[in-house]
């Protein structure tokens, strides 16, 4: 198991080192009207004429979950891989279920590991305007399209500089929780 989790932790970092904008522009090819998706689709006879899947709310989330998940993933595996065997082991040798066990053994023992999964997705999504630009057509927009218009287009600095302000003052809020969270031992206790 552990050889098996270390080879899936590297084909999942494998795209971490390529460029984000070269993965972005494989699924506009990928979504497009006469991408890879409609032309399977189309081929196979399940639809007639092609789908609107670019410039859409689901391709956007596809596109954000696509960047995003190997910073999840990191934290995750590595509050996962800390987990007390012995401990779940004696959850169920007391009579709690696979569900009562996960509430209440395996959730408040991954807990760290999720919060700080929240904060270095947090961080990405905020600034991630390009993917939205591109995927979405500039037609969603996320704190970081807002910021950047303020800049480039609108040229009203102060009050893009004001958002970015409050950005890194949320975040600061953030990481300051998470050092208060990580310094409990008891994470029952909260």
């Known amino acids: 198991m552990e050889k098996s989790g ?3 932790m590297f084909l999942l970092m494998i795209p971490v080192y390529t460029s984000s904008l070269a993965r972005l522009y494989s699924l506009v090819i990928m979504f497009n009207s006469s991408g890879l998706i409609n032309t399977a689709l189309m081929k196979l006879h399940i639809i007639s004429s092609p789908l609107q899947i670019l410039y859409t709310n689901g391709s956007i989330t596809i596109g954000l979950v696509q960047y995003l998940l190997p910073f999840a993933v ?6 996962i891989e800390k987990l007390d065997e012995a401990t779940i082991e004696a959850s169920y040798d007391l009579g709690a279920g696979k569900i009562k066990t996960f509430i209440k053994v395996i959730l408040p023992m991954t807990f760290p590991g999720i919060i700080a999964a929240f904060i ?15 995927i979405g057509g500039g ?5 970081g399209n807002i910021i950047c218009n303020q800049f480039l287009s609108a040229r009203n600095w102060p ?4 958002l970015s302000v409050c950005v890194v003052v949320f975040i600061l ?7 208060r969270i990580g310094n409990l031992d008891d994470l029952g206790a909260m």
């Open 6 to 8: 270390k080879l899936l």
């Open 74 to 79: 990191m934290p995750l595996y590595s509050s």
């Open 120 to 134: 270095i997705l947090f961080v990405p999504a905020i600034g991630t305007y390009f993917i939205t630009d591109v």
């Open 139 to 143: 037609t969603v927009y996320m704190i």
């Open 159 to 162: 009050l893009g500089a004001a």
């Open 173 to 179: 809020l953030m990481l300051y929780l998470y050092s």
